[in-house]
C-alpha cells in the first residue's frame, strides 16, 4: 500500500512540475500593439524589464534606457518596457497614447508592451514571477513605484532588481558582465 502511495505522490508531483515555469520565456506577453508574443524571441540576450509611466518623477529615465540600448543592441541586449498605471495614476493614456509619447519624446526603439498591472490581485504573469525571482527592499515582492527594473541573463533567469532610484547606466557595468557572460547568480 505504501508503495502504491509513493507512487501516485510521484506521478502527481511531476505532473504538477512540468508545468512549472522555469525563466522568462515561459511567458507570452502582448505588445505595445496588442500583438501576442513569446518571450522565447528574446533567448540568448540580456533583457532590461521595466515598469514604465509616461507622468512619473522617474520618466525622463526614458532617455538613459534608450541610450543603454543603443548602445549595446548588437550585443544582444534588449529593454523591455511595460507601462503600468499603478502609482499615482501616472499613465492614464492608451497603448497608442503611450507609444505616441515615447517616440515623440524620447524616440523609444526598444520594445513596448501593452499596460498591465504590476501589484495586487490582476498583477501580470510574468511581474508575479519577476518579483517572486528578485524581491524587493526587506525582501518583499511588490513594486514599490514606476521604472523599477529587472535585469535577465541569457539564459532566461531574473539575476537582479534595481530600484526605481538607480538611473539605467548605474546598471550597465551589470549589463556589460551579463553580455560577456561573467556575472553569475
Keep these: 500500500m505504501l508503495k502504491i502511495f509513493f507512487v501516485i505522490l510521484f506521478f502527481l508531483s511531476s505532473l504538477f512540475a512540468s508545468k512549472s515555469v522555469k525563466n522568462i520565456y ?38 538613459g534606457l534608450e541610450k543603454l540600448y543603443t548602445l549595446y543592441k548588437n550585443e544582444a541586449f534588449m529593454v523591455l518596457a511595460f507601462p503600468s498605471n499603478d502609482f499615482g495614476k501616472q499613465e ?3 497603448n497608442d497614447e503611450i507609444k505616441s509619447f515615447c517616440s515623440i519624446n524620447y524616440a523609444v526603439d526598444f520594445d513596448l508592451f501593452s499596460k498591465i498591472t504590476v501589484n495586487g490581485e490582476n498583477t ?41 532610484y538607480i538611473k539605467p547606466f548605474s546598471i550597465e557595468e551589470d549589463i556589460q558582465k551579463l553580455l560577456a557572460d561573467k556575472l553569475i547568480k
Design 26 to 63: 515561459d511567458f507570452d506577453v502582448f505588445d505595445i500593439d496588442n500583438k501576442k508574443i513569446s518571450l522565447s524571441k528574446y533567448k540568448n540576450k540580456v533583457l532590461l524589464i521595466v515598469n514604465v509611466a509616461s507622468k512619473c518623477t522617474f520618466t525622463s529615465q526614458y532617455e
Design 92 to 94: 492614464p493614456g492608451s
Design 124 to 164: 501580470n504573469a510574468l511581474y508575479k514571477y519577476l518579483k517572486n525571482e528578485a524581491r524587493g527592499i526587506f525582501s518583499t515582492k511588490s513594486i514599490k513605484w514606476n521604472f523599477t527594473k529587472f535585469l535577465i541573463n541569457k539564459n532566461g533567469k531574473v539575476i537582479k532588481r534595481y530600484s526605481p
